[in-house]
């Protein structure tokens, strides 16, 4: 079966430096997503991307996060000088065709800011 | 504000011994309700998605349903391998909002 790849599988930082976490969508899907996942708490909803822009995003998703589809198989999530309360599991996800089909989760990339 | 509340936060059962898992919502307009399983240091999988009340969907020990402010995971007969936590997320414009999830061990 199909899958979504995420790398790297866990990343460690200093707090203000810029991470980049890479994720390789399934080939025929149009829709991705990321999300993440502190500790203990609910999967929240960080930003859909669809036909190479934002479709939507959330209150967390601030001017220190971008997202890119630099080529046609990859989709990256970048922030741009982390914080300690950015240390999550983050999720990439993929659908063929918008969220009211299943999304298709990754295996995600532990980040801790230290 | 829109919401989703998980219930119980843990369940343990015997191997055999079927049980529920609820999942309340509140939401201004629900476009579909999602269950996953999720293992631990695994993303979420996919089990069913009801897009409305009344609607049942069944998966080999499981059997999801839902009316319009909430939603039952049933689980018949469960084994160990059913043991993960379950999370119900419901759809919001492009995004989901997912709960807390329930976490179910299974023991032999």
């Known amino acids: 079966e199909p899958e979504v790849t995420q790398t790297p599988s866990h990343q460690v930082t200093q707090m203000g430096q810029e991470v980049i976490l890479r994720c390789v969508p399934i080939?025929?899907?149009?829709?991705f997503y990321w999300y993440r996942q502190i500790l203990g708490q609910k999967v929240e909803f960080l930003v859909s991307?669809?036909?190479?822009?934002?479709?939507?995003k959330s209150e967390i998703f601030d001017d220190q996060f971008s997202v890119e589809r630099p080529d046609g198989s990859n989709f990256t999530l970048k922030i741009r000088s982390t914080k300690l309360e950015d240390s999550a599991m983050y999720f990439c996800?993929?659908?063929?065709?918008?969220?009211?089909?299943?999304?298709?989760f990754g295996s995600g990339t532990q980040l801790s800011v230290l | 504000e829109d919401q989703v509340t998980q219930s119980p936060e843990a369940l343990r059962l015997q191997e055999g011994e079927s049980s529920s898992l609820n999942c309340s919502y509140t939401?201004?307009?629900?476009?579909?309700l999602f269950w996953y399983r999720q293992d631990p240091g695994k993303g979420p999988e996919f089990l069913f998605t009801?897009?409305?009340a009344g609607e049942e969907k069944e998966k080999e020990r499981l059997k999801a349903t839902l009316t319009k402010k909430e939603s039952f995971l049933h689980i018949t007969a469960p084994k160990p391998e059913d043991s993960a936590t379950y999370l119900c997320?419901?759809?919001?414009?492009?995004?989901?909002?997912f709960g807390t999830g329930t976490r179910l061990q299974v023991f032999p």
């Open positions: 996800a993929s659908s063929g065709s918008g969220t009211n089909e299943k999304l298709f």
């Open positions: 080939s025929n899907h149009l829709y």
């Open positions: 991307f669809y036909n190479n822009e934002i479709s939507e």
């Open positions: 939401v201004s307009g629900l476009r579909g």
């Open positions: 009801l897009y409305s």
């Open positions: 997320a419901v759809q919001v414009t492009d995004k989901l909002i």
